[in-house]
């Protein structure tokens, strides 16, 4: 009887957050495999516009561009391995617009080794790695990713498209706008708000809110620009 290789999924960008991506799905088989005897995923290959088509990156093929989906004709699933947040939302509203949209979904991503209560909700295509602990009562919107250790407090709400890199330690009540970015090591204090498009630099400590579209560095943190 032969191996039920799952679900056919295919990765968005082959740089190293992509291979990252690719060792967290093999995670998730591995488990899969030990607890039912199935795969849940079967990895085709990557997509990505700049490396020529039929490269193999960590031994899986890439496939073409974007634009290779266009003309698909069968069931795929996505997962978008972007880290840049604004990057990772055009990508995904490009592929929107397609003919063959309808025959894609975006299944959540999640690390075996996550911790989280059973009252997650999670917006479709998250990227959750190793190591992360989502307490209780934790939102997440649409194609956001939590990185390797992350960890996220009480009553937390994270919009569409936020990326949280390595480390990244959000307390209970804090809120996180669309398209933001939290550096490495990051951190943000209870009940904080942070407005859409920032960018909050590596180790920075966030003890008050910051505006919409700023670059925020040190600690505690601050806006050093704009735009």
Known sequence: MG????????IIGAGGFGREVKWLVERINQRDMEQTGHT????????????????????????GGIEWLEEQE?????????????????IIR????????????FPVICDPSVLFDNDLCLGRGCIICAGTILTVNVQIGEFSIIN???????????EPFVTLYPGVNLSGCVTVGKRTELGTGSCVIQGISIEENVIVGAGAVVIRELPKGCTAVGSPARPIKFG
């Open 3 to 10: 191996i039920n290789r799952g679900m056919p999924l295919v």
């Open 148 to 158: 390797l250790a992350c960890t996220i407090g009480h009553d937390a709400v994270l």
């Open 40 to 63: 849940k995923f079967n990895l085709i290959g990557f997509l990505d516009d700049g490396i020529k088509p039929g490269t193999y990156i960590a031994g899986l093929p890439v496939l």
């Open 94 to 105: 490009r592929i929107e617009g397609f003919k063959a949209y309808d025959q894609f979904s």
């Open 74 to 90: 069968t069931e795929l699933n996505l997962v978008c391995a972007v880290g840049a947040a604004k990057v990772r939302e055009k």
